[in-house]
């Protein structure tokens, strides 16, 4: 019996996908000067005394830091599921049996988002840490990676997950009706983490 969520693909057989090149995170850790100013500001002066007003800005700066690692490593994950989906489109231009699943005058067709359920759907490993859905939300928010200089500590702490699944909400539902998915038992690729 057919699942109905997933789009019907001519045959039998197995497709194969191109890899999905994962880069690592290539920014080091931020300066902790400029962190520390952003820290500064977010503490408030409440008498305490000036060492442990400097340790609570260590702590929040390292912190923050970490948030921006975060930010980071999602940044790049969704650099690089674009890319492979740019990748994947190209393979189903080039395979006559694909040709057609992603054209919208053909129905039901299948989204860009489809691929992201795809990996999902694959159980993909996101090294544990990485929401795929975030991820590309976050690629898809910022063209570059942004600089420390330009995130908030309010963006680093509370925005950049509901900013990140906004854009992707926002995506992936580009499509006016809900588009069949990619069934993950008929494609197969490769997962390659790039240093």
Not at 39 to 64: K, P, T, V
Not at 78 to 91: A, F, K, N, P, Y
Request: charged residues 25%; glycine residues 6%.
């Amino acid at each position: 019996m057919r699942d109905d969520r997933y789009i019907e693909i001519p045959g039998s057989g197995t497709h194969e996908l191109p890899p999905l090149l994962v880069h690592a995170a290539a920014e080091p850790l931020p300066d902790l000067d400029g962190v520390l100013v952003e820290a500064e500001e977010m503490l408030g002066e409440d008498g305490a005394s000036e060492a442990l007003l400097e340790q609570r800005r260590m702590d929040l700066a390292l912190q923050l830091a970490e948030q921006y690692k975060g930010l980071m490593s999602h940044w790049f994950w969704g650099d690089s599921v674009l890319e492979w989906i740019r990748q994947c489109e190209i393979t189903f231009e080039c395979e006559g049996a694909l040709r057609k699943l992603l054209h919208p005058d053909v129905w039901p067709h299948a989204s860009r988002a489809s691929f992201v359920t795809l990996l999902r759907e694959k159980g993909v490993p996101a090294n544990g840490v990485v929401a795929l859905e975030k991820a590309v939300g976050l690629r898809l928010t910022f063209r570059q990676p942004p600089p420390i200089d330009c995130c908030s500590s309010q963006f680093l702490f509370f925005l950049n997950s509901p900013v990140a699944d906004s854009a992707f909400q926002a995506w992936s539902h580009l499509v006016p009706r809900d588009a069949a998915l990619l069934p993950p038992d008929r494609f197969h690729f490769e997962v390659l983490e790039l240093n």
